[in-house]
């Protein structure tokens, strides 16, 4: 049986003072994903910590790229090359302020809707045909600056509806792996976790 290889790419901040921070949240996801796996990210390769883990007849390769998010897409990038995996095997998972908080959406392709570090990674590998899982961080309140927001923790609130949030997400991936995008997106595709 041949081995399918499939790239899951987290976007976030590298560095211990931004772990916590709402635009860290495909790290958390690929974190979680790395738990239910017993695996580690001990392996640092294309400007990115990497672990991986096998998913019945699949190789899985989590990445989290250790540039600033507005540069992901140089380790997404020397990752697709040295790995040389076709964009039908990657995703990308990251934070969305238009989706309420600890909602789910996955697509097989699209924008960035102004997410600098998905806009990188669409401008470095040169097409939006790139498979992504958003994780809803809700709109700033009153008129304060999304760049602040997405540098701050999760409140309190939030951080539970998200800590529920990541096993699904990961389970969503574990689904697009196994199976197809189509699968993922009807099964986990909600207004918010649970629903």
Not at 13 to 39: C, I, K, W
Not at 42 to 62: C, I
Not at 95 to 101: A, H, R, S, V
Not at 140 to 145: A, N, R, V
């Amino acid at each position: 049986m041949q081995i399918e290889r499939f790239l899951i790419i987290g976007l976030g901040n590298p560095g211990r003072s931004y772990t916590r921070h709402r635009h860290n949240v495909g790290f958390m996801v690929l974190d979680e994903l790395a738990r239910r796996q017993q695996v580690a990210f001990t392996r640092r390769r294309g400007k990115a910590l990497q672990a991986d883990f096998r998913l019945g007849s699949a190789q899985v390769l989590l990445a989290k790229p250790q540039t600033f998010m507005n540069m992901s897409g140089e380790a997404a990038q020397r990752l697709l090359r040295y790995f040389h995996l076709p964009l039908q095997k990657t995703l990308v998972v990251f934070d969305d302020l238009d989706l309420p908080t600890a909602a789910l959406r996955m697509r097989p392709l699209g924008g960035s809707a102004g997410h600098k570090g998905m806009q990188s990674v669409i401008d470095r590998l040169g097409s939006r045909a790139i498979a992504r899982l958003r994780v809803g961080i809700d709109r700033p309140p009153g008129k304060m600056d999304p760049a602040a927001y997405v540098l701050q923790p999760f409140s309190d609130e939030q951080q539970e509806l998200i800590d529920a949030a990541l096993p699904r997400a990961a389970e969503a991936i574990e689904t697009f792996v196994r199976t197809d995008i189509e699968s993922a997106m009807s099964a986990f595709n909600s207004a918010a976790s649970g629903e």
